[in-house]
C-alpha cells in the first residue's frame, strides 16, 4: 500500500520568514495530494491539494508543488503569521483504490511573533 | 447546515467494554470515513464507506465494525475495549465517490480506555 513520509516534525519560523515542509510518496499511481491545517483541538481542513496533472498550485500566501518522478510534494507558506501555527498534514491517494487517503505524520509550524 | 457531527464527544471506557461512535452528515455526501489519531501518527483509516450500502476496510480495522445505516449516518462500534484504542476518533465525508475530493471532518471523539 501507499507509504506516506513527511518532514520536518516540528518547526519554527519567525513572523514573516516561509515555511516549507515536504513529503515523500510510494504509490506511482497516486494522482491527488491534499494538505490538511490542524490547529490545536480542533477538527483538520482542507488548505490545498493538486493533482498530478500539475506541478504546481498555488493559492494566495500558500503553494504547493509536486514532482511526480521523485514522488515528492511540498507545501511553502510565505510571509508566515501567528495565525499559521497548527500541525499540518499531507496526504496521497492510493491508486488502487480511489477512496483511501494515506496520510503524514504531520508537521507541527510554529510562528513566533 | 451543521456538516458533519459526532457523539459522544468524549468518552472513557474500561477494557471489555463495548460503544458505539455516532456520525451524521447533512451535507447530502456519498462517501464516509473513520480514522483514528494517535500522537505521532497522523491520521490512519479504519473503515470507509464509498456510497450509502457498501462498507470496506482502511488501513487499521481490527477491532472495529462500522455501520452504514443510511446516506447521513455511518457508525463505528467497538464490541471489547482495548486499551490500545485510546485515541481521537474523526469521521469523515465527501461529496462524491472517491478519494480526490475535499473531505470534511467532524470534531472528533475523544475515547480513553482504562
Known amino acids: 500500500g501507499e507509504n506516506v513520509e513527511q518532514h520536518p516534525s516540528t518547526l519554527s519560523v519567525q513572523e514573516g520568514d516561509s515555511a516549507v515542509i515536504k513529503c515523500t510518496y510510494s504509490d506511482s499511481a497516486s494522482n491527488y495530494f491534499p494538505w490538511y491545517k490542524q490547529e490545536l483541538g480542533k477538527r483538520p481542513q482542507l488548505i490545498i491539494d493538486i493533482r498530478s496533472n500539475v506541478g504546481e498550485k498555488k493559492d494566495q500566501r500558500i503553494a504547493v508543488t509536486l514532482n511526480k518522478t521523485a514522488k515528492h510534494f511540498s507545501l511553502h507558506i510565505t510571509e508566515t503569521q501567528p495565525e499559521d501555527s497548527a500541525v499540518y498534514f499531507c496526504a496521497a491517494n492510493s491508486g488502487g483504490s480511489n477512496y483511501k487517503l494515506t496520510f503524514g505524520k504531520g508537521t507541527l509550524l510554529t510562528v513566533n511573533p | 447546515n451543521a456538516g458533519v457531527t459526532q457523539t459522544p464527544k468524549f468518552q472513557v471506557l474500561k477494557t471489555g467494554q463495548s460503544m458505539t461512535l455516532q456520525c451524521a452528515q447533512d451535507?447530502?455526501?456519498?462517501?464516509m470515513y473513520w480514522y483514528r489519531q494517535d500522537p505521532g501518527m497522523g491520521l490512519r483509516l479504519i473503515y470507509y464507506s464509498a456510497s450509502e450500502g457498501t462498507t470496506d476496510k482502511g488501513e487499521v480495522p481490527n477491532g472495529y465494525n462500522v455501520s452504514r445505516l443510511n446516506k447521513r449516518e455511518f457508525s463505528l462500534r467497538l464490541e471489547s475495549a482495548a486499551p490500545s484504542q485510546t485515541s481521537v476518533y474523526f469521521c469523515?465525508?465527501?461529496?462524491?465517490?472517491?478519494?480526490?475530493?475535499?473531505?470534511?471532518f467532524g470534531p472528533g471523539t475523544r475515547l480513553l480506555v482504562l
Open positions: 451535507m447530502n455526501h456519498n462517501s
Open positions: 469523515a465525508s465527501s461529496e462524491g465517490r472517491g478519494a480526490q475530493e475535499t473531505q470534511y
